[in-house]
């Protein structure tokens, strides 16, 4: 499943073959289904017999499915195949440590590679901010909505530590901060207020809350960068070494254990993991 970031020119192409493995013309269609279920059919080109392409804009984030139809392979009516493939586009690009910080990190001195170290940096920045339970590349959330099943004066929101918090919103009306809500920005948390020094309860209801945050460090720790600049290395190391798994006398985990993240990284990830008690 190929990755691509918003605003990229996506070139899906198709090969067409006789059952021989003969290149052949055919009459080809391309049906690309969306993220919200919508779907189009691009205009279909061909730069060589047997070889059809599209380019593609797509403007949401979200897993896309790709349909081709060849119909009368070969100018035979009898003979058509069908094709099928899927690609992923992110919203932005996930990654608090820079590609070049990474190249550097790994001694890659060209950009043949770089879309697939980017991929790799971006699973490594996913999985340092897993091991943390914490947002360390800044990013907006909009809209994230909560429902409320019982009286309760605080909302553990599903990202932190908070940055900012745009708007809240509570069964249609727009709370004012520090009167109508405050919030603890390392935990996450957020309290309904009934003034600037009163608490109260949120009102229930189903996706009762909508809240617009942005969340993540302002500065990324030194000792977060370089943790999971370790895991990249590992990552990317891994996938080149056929047995799949470290050799002996490395640093990671024991047998079982999850191999993606090298033990001293993964150290100083649960250093800024929230304590359980506030």
């Not at 909508?210 to 302002?218: I, K, L």
Request: net charge negative; proline share 4%.
């Amino acid at each position: 499943m190929a990755l691509y970031d918003l605003g990229d020119q996506v070139e899906l192409v198709i090969y067409v073959t006789t059952d021989l493995g003969v290149a052949a013309t055919a009459t080809v269609t391309c049906t690309i289904t969306l993220p919200d279920g919508t779907t189009t059919s691009p205009s279909v080109t061909t730069s060589a017999t047997g070889t059809y392409e599209i380019t593609y804009a797509p403007a949401q984030a979200g897993t896309y499915y790709v349909r081709w139809v060849a119909d009368a392979i070969g100018g035979t009516a009898v003979e058509d195949d069908v094709f099928e493939d899927s690609f992923t586009v992110s919203e932005s690009t996930n990654t608090y440590v820079s590609l070049d910080e990474a190249k550097s990190f790994l001694n890659l001195q060209t950009t043949t590679d770089d879309d697939e170290v980017l991929a790799y940096l971006e699973w490594a920045c996913d999985l340092a901010e897993e091991i943390a339970d914490t947002k360390f590349g800044r990013k907006t959330y909009s809209t994230e909505k909560h429902t409320i099943r019982d009286a309760r004066e605080s909302i553990q929101l599903r990202h932190k530590p908070i940055l900012s918090i745009t708007t809240v919103v509570e069964r249609g009306t727009t709370l004012t901060a520090n009167t109508g809500y405050t919030h603890d920005a390392e935990y996450g948390t957020l309290y309904r207020m009934s003034g600037t020094y009163d608490s109260t309860t949120w009102e229930t209801g189903t996706n009762a809350v909508s809240v617009t945050y942005v969340a993540g460090y302002a500065i990324i720790p030194t000792p977060v960068r370089n943790a999971t600049l370790q895991i990249l290395e590992h990552l990317w190391q891994n996938q080149r070494n056929p047995s799949g798994r470290p050799t002996r006398g490395q640093d990671y985990p024991q047998a079982g254990a999850n191999w993606n993240v090298p033990n001293k990284a993964r150290d100083v990830l649960l250093d800024y993991r929230p304590p359980l008690v506030r």
